[in-house]
């Protein structure tokens, strides 16, 4: 998840006119996939809602919700303005945080194969400079890192982290280049072992992919690729920087001026690659990866997976696991969903399956930034809201 202050959009649009993109336009996607969306029992109330929040001006959606009668995809906008192109269930869009929920099943194979502790201090995989510079990274463990319980300053945050993604869009990030930002900055809380309650903060899974690159001495780009992307099947999932993003990429955009008009800020790259962020997907693979994880157990063991969902507080997001967010305890429908939710600045995305509700499922995906306080960032919650609560009922 992104955090960004209102300066900050201030000077987004005088750096976008003249800043060249790398996703210059969208092509349309085609997708080898048989819909029966229209045969689902709940088909006319889930299009009501799709239809209800088309008209309200989010650019691009796509929708997958799942249960016992079936899978049902919906999809509705552009996945580029300019060039008309639709946004459709098989568009690859930035899924920001949901990368957190795919590194942390890297972490936990590891685990499983004894290479990893989750208990092991972090320190010992850290550069001295590190350790030295960064408040909390001399007590925090691996398991800290993962469940958001380190207390370490969120570089997302930070102001001078912002004008540099300004200056340099587009730029490759490397972890160490970002770690510096939160070089001398102050800790988020104290450091408590045994944590009941966490500090959601991206530098924890930053420091996290220099930590697995150190234990395993292979690119955590690598291990995603073989151990995640690969391994299940996800033939339209790419992990950027480190790959290229295909042709059939949707544009991000924000409401800059909160007049319905919309700035293209697809060219701003937030640290993508670092662990925190940087997968683009779509629904269909999505929901491929939440069947894998948390139903077929493709991935991690039910060992592992119980450990995962061993929850702590974080009064601001939801509950949080070892790489996963439980969220929708609002809605007060007596069930919570697991998985995680992304945030970036011109995309967002939920990918959330429901254990105690027969394993129901819910994913989308809108090319629209929601961390800033838009009118359309309501819209967004309240659209997801509506769809949870219809999948639940």
Known sequence: MIKFKYWFLILLFYFLSCKKAELEKTETCNANYIDSSYKHPKNAAFKAILDKYKKKDLPGIAVLLEDEN?????NAGKADIAEGIDFKPCTVSKVASITKMMFATVVM???????????????QWLDKEIIENVENANQATIRDLMRHSSGIYDIISDGD?????????????SGKDLIKFAYKKPKMTEYLANASQGDYSNTNTLLLSLVIEKITGTPHQKLMRDMVIDKVGMPNTVYHHHENLPKYTAQGYYDLYNNGSMINVSNLVTGS??????IYSNVLDLHTFIK??????????????????????????????????QQYIHLNLGHLGMGHSGRDLGYSGDAHYFPTKNNRI??????????????LRQVF????????TELLK
């Open 292 to 325: 894998a994880l948390f139903i077929e157990k493709r991935l991690v063991s039910q060992q592992s997976l119980d450990l995962m969902q061993t929850i702590i507080t974080d009064d601001e997001r939801g509950n949080l696991g070892i790489g996963l967010l």
């Open 362 to 375: 819910f994913i989308n995906l809108v090319n629209y930034g929601t961390n800033g306080n838009t009118p």
């Open 381 to 388: 919650y309240d659209m997801r809201d509506e769809f949870v």
């Open 161 to 173: 982290f912002y004008l540099a993604v300004l200056n340099n869009p587009n730029k490759n990030w």
């Open 273 to 278: 690659g670092n662990g925190y962020g940087g």
């Open 70 to 74: 079936g899978t049902w995809i919906g």
């Open 109 to 123: 194979q590891l685990r499983e194969q004894g290479k990893v502790n989750l208990d092991d201090k972090i320190s």
